[in-house]
């Protein structure tokens, strides 16, 4: 009777003894954050850590539940705030950046913002993280591309390449947000893309080639970014999606412009894949870009 009793308790107006509901620990660490008022970093941080372990975990609605739990305004404020939990929460926002129910709130409580404020910041390992936020909020999501441009992001990423010449993750990190802002991200919101300095044709350009790890056949996408400054303070980003061919690839389109009959004819026991490089060889694209996007900005 003692333990039945232990998990009852009365309610407010009559008195009546009543279960208990028990709430999980992603309902507890929200409910703990939302009567935060002070933001005291001790008291938030394990209650974030609960939140990202949970959405690490890819537990089921779980990102559903903290978009609906009105915490985003007060993760921006850490954010804004650069104290001790600044980095785990930039790991948090970063997070649930992957998330549809996420992205369209971060623009009305404030995070897009803040995320943008911490792109001044000299710790690399911050920068990293909120870079890659800011690619995930802006992927596939127009209204948060054109949020985080009236923002001014575009110069503060441009800004941090020039800044950390070598950093091979800060580079690749600004690289593929620049792309998800001007909606040229190929392959996935994380990219899947590796990136190399390419050869500059003058001191005043910075170029950079990205390959899609996603190839298929005898094709690749190539993104090219450019970074081009016209006077010390006005540069020009531009972003071109291109093509690229194997070998093999003008192999065969050269034999089928010379010979009539294809060299893939003894391929007959495979059709759909014949079917496949007959349609690219007569397909194939000029030599203009498939996308491009151009920023002008001034730094």
């Known amino acids: 009777m003692l333990d039945n009793m232990d998990r009852l308790q009365p309610t407010s107006e009559s008195g009546r003894l009543l279960p208990v ?3 999980d620990s992603l309902t507890n660490a929200l409910d703990a954050i939302l009567v935060s008022t002070d933001l005291i970093d001790d008291e938030l941080r394990p209650h974030l850590d609960t939140i990202l372990t ?14 609906l739990s009105g915490i985003l305004p007060t993760l921006a ?14 790991k948090l926002v970063s997070e649930l950046a992957r998330e549809k129910a996420i992205k369209e709130r971060c623009g009305e409580a404030g995070v897009s913002s803040a ?18 936020a800011i690619a995930r909020l802006c992927y596939d ?21 020039l800044r950390c010449k070598g950093d091979a993750a800060l580079e690749e990190v600004c690289l593929l947000a620049l792309c998800n802002l001007g909606d040229m991200g190929e392959g996935c919101e994380d990219g899947g893309i590796s990136w190399d300095r390419g050869l500059s044709l003058c001191p005043e350009e910075t170029v950079f080639h990205g390959v899609n790890g996603h190839c298929c056949g005898f094709g690749s996408m190539v993104t090219v970014v450019r970074l081009t400054q016209w006077s010390p303070e006005q540069h020009t980003v ?10 093999g690839f ?7 412009r010379t010979v009539r009959r294809s060299p893939l004819s003894h391929l007959g026991a495979c059709p759909k894949f014949y079917k496949v490089i007959k349609y690219s060889v007569q397909n194939i694209p000029s030599r203009k870009s498939f ?3 151009v920023f002008h900005i001034f730094l």
């Open 115 to 132: 995320l943008v404020s911490l792109l001044v910041c000299m710790d690399q390992e911050l920068l990293v993280h909120a870079g890659h």
């Open 291 to 293: 996308k491009s996007r």
């Open 238 to 247: 531009s972003i071109e999606v291109l093509p690229r061919y194997s070998i």
């Open 54 to 67: 949970v959405l690490q975990e890819k537990q089921p609605g779980a990102a559903e539940q903290v978009a």
């Open 21 to 23: 509901v028990m709430k």
């Open 250 to 256: 003008w192999t065969i389109h050269n034999n089928c």
């Open 141 to 161: 999501s127009r209204c948060q591309q054109e949020q985080l441009l009236r923002l001014g992001v575009v110069p503060r990423l441009v800004g941090i390449l």
């Open 77 to 90: 404020q850490a954010l804004r705030k650069r104290g001790p939990v600044s980095l785990l929460t930039t």
